[in-house]
């Protein structure tokens, strides 16, 4: 299965690499909303996008509508992953068609468990 | 000694199983007397006792004019007040919480996020050592005993199976964790194999 991280942290980027790949995910990476809009646009289907919020040029948010009104990798999974944590956020995240959402801080059990949900790691 | 490790819906797997065939069996058999009683027997800081409330709001409407009460015990007085207040903070809304459920059944108060009263409302926390005599409790239509028979010697496993087998009705299930198992008590108890997850009921006597 395929996963695109979206993070303007390359720090970040490279600590949720590690811990798709001990999963079995294999990962390209974004460093902003943009960019990875670009990358969905012109490769092979991802199944699974983790999508920060605050990112310049193009936040996670404006990035998850675009993706979700263009149609693009229709059934691709997307966590947002943030440091938001007002319900209203989430909600907000949610109409635009997220399908989870995990807080930084978080474990790596805390994705995985949130992977299990989205039928992502076994 | 008492492992507080608990999450919401730790387990899906179980918790999808209870939803799609457990649950719907014990309403069917309660129909007549509207009455459902759940014991989370190890409930630790009441993430369970709690997943088990929002399971029955989110996929049981029916439920709404019954008589419900889900019960969870410790033995630890610190863990039971943390469940009472119901209030939970990021890395525990994180971990196993679906997103929906969260904004659903839990606000977000500061730093906190507080269970609906409606939740609340039919949850109960109260004291139970399962190696002494147990305080008054119902008779229970299903009880959650996870992963806590793996810190008991194996004769106060027994001596538990035998005092959660009488808290039992008698077309009651018992869950246990799913590296656990009640072979040291299969005259008390007959096992059902559903989807992947162990069931026990009461064996007739």
Known sequence: MRAL?????????????????QIGLCCEEAGNGREALQL????????????????????????????????????????????????????RALEYGADEFLMKPFTPESLRVKLMMLGLAA | ???????FFRDHKMFEVLRD???????????????????????????ETYSLAMLLCEHFADLADWDVKIVGTDT????????????????????????????KY???????????????????????????????????DLVLLR?????????????????VHRQMAPGGYLVLGTSEQAEDSTNLFQAEFVRECYFYRPAQT
């Open chain 1, 40 to 91: 969905l646009r012109g490769s092979a289907p991802f199944d699974f996008m983790l999508l920060d919020v605050n990112m310049p040029q193009m936040g996670g948010l404006d990035c998850l509508k675009a993706v979700r009104d263009a149609g693009l990798h229709p059934p691709m999974k997307v966590m947002m992953v943030t440091t938001e944590a007002d319900n209203s956020f989430i909600c």
């Open chain 2, 1 to 7: 000694m008492t492992i507080n490790e608990t999450a």
């Open chain 2, 76 to 103: 630890s007085p610190q863990v039971i007040e943390y469940a009472r207040r119901g209030r939970y903070r990021r890395l525990e809304v994180n971990r196993g919480l679906a997103a929906r459920m969260l904004v």
């Open chain 2, 147 to 163: 992963n806590v028979l793996l810190y008991f010697p194996q004769e106060s496993r027994s001596s538990v199976f035998r005092s």
């Open chain 2, 21 to 47: 065939t457990i649950l719907p069996r014990l309403i069917e058999a309660n129909s007549s007397q509207r009455e459902l009683r759940i014991w989370s027997a190890a409930s630790s800081t009441g993430q």
């Open chain 2, 106 to 140: 839990l606000a977000h108060d500061g730093e906190e996020w507080e269970v609906a009263p409606k939740l609340r409302s039919m949850c109960d926390f109260q004291y139970a050592n399962l190696c002494a005599p147990l305080p008054k409790l119902p008779i229970f």
């Open chain 1, 5 to 21: 991280i979206v993070d303007d942290s390359r720090f970040i980027r490279q600590h949720l690499r590690q811990l798709l790949e």
